[in-house]
């Protein structure tokens, strides 16, 4: 079965500094995807970045970008030029690549990101 | 406006009585899933539903009923609620390969 695993329960970072937050992942699979969610105080789970096992490249959203280590099985989120509204939890998941009962998503238990001014 | 919605948002019930939390999506994705969150645990997978009257358990199953007579909604359904229930559940929505959530709607059951 697959895990995926978030050492960090709580992080802090000053605003406009860099942090990272760190994920490593079990799977016997080759072919999969990996995304980071977003959770603020309203609950809503927001998708902040995917990436695609077999694309080697890292992925990049604006301010947010990932180091993905296929081999390492780890994949950390670098948030920089950190603001207030990043404050929130942050989830790591996994996914098979294909449908059907892969579908489903596996999260870690999530990290707290702080913003301090 | 587009986009998946649950109700309640809040609810607050007893143990023994049923509680259907709702699910609607206007995407037309074919599959639909709820998730509860719990401190600890991050988010589980209750049941999902590949299209139409297609549904299949995931990793915690128990006590839960789904049902899916129309592709936009996915109702669930606590038959007779017990406190462990007590949670935040979450309904998602996905065609490929990203799940898009509902806001959730946080359950409590005295």
């Known amino acids: 079965a697959q895990t995926v695993t978030q050492s960090q329960p709580e992080m802090s970072v000053q605003e406009a500094e860099t942090v990272t937050l760190s994920c490593t992942y079990d799977?016997?699979?080759?072919?999969?995807?990996l995304f980071w969610y977003k959770q603020p105080p309203s609950r809503q789970m927001i998708l902040v970045i995917r990436?695609?096992?077999?694309?080697?490249q890292n992925a990049t959203e604006n301010r947010f970008s990932v180091n993905f280590q296929k081999a390492a099985k780890s994949f950390s989120l670098k948030i920089s030029d950190s603001q207030l509204g990043d404050a929130a939890m942050y989830f790591c998941a996994y996914r098979r690549r294909y449908t059907g009962t892969a579908s489903k998503l596996t999260f870690g238990t999530g990290t707290r990101l702080q913003v301090t001014l | 406006d587009a986009g998946i919605t649950q109700s309640p948002r809040y609810k607050i019930t007893e143990t023994g009585r049923q509680v259907t939390l709702m699910c609607h999506q206007t995407?037309?994705?074919?599959?639909m899933f709820w998730y509860r969150q719990d401190l600890g645990h991050g988010l589980r997978l209750i049941y999902y539903s590949a299209a139409a009257d297609i549904t299949d358990k995931g990793e915690v199953p128990d006590g839960y009923v789904v049902s899916r007579s129309k592709t936009e909604n996915f109702p669930l359904t606590l038959e007779s609620a017990t406190r462990s229930q007590t949670s935040v559940y979450f309904c998602a929505s996905s065609e490929l390969d990203t799940q898009y959530f509902g806001p959730g709607t946080r359950l409590t059951v005295l």
């Open positions: 995407w037309s994705h074919s599959y």
């Open positions: 799977t016997s699979e080759s072919d999969y995807y």
């Open positions: 990436q695609e096992a077999y694309k080697q």
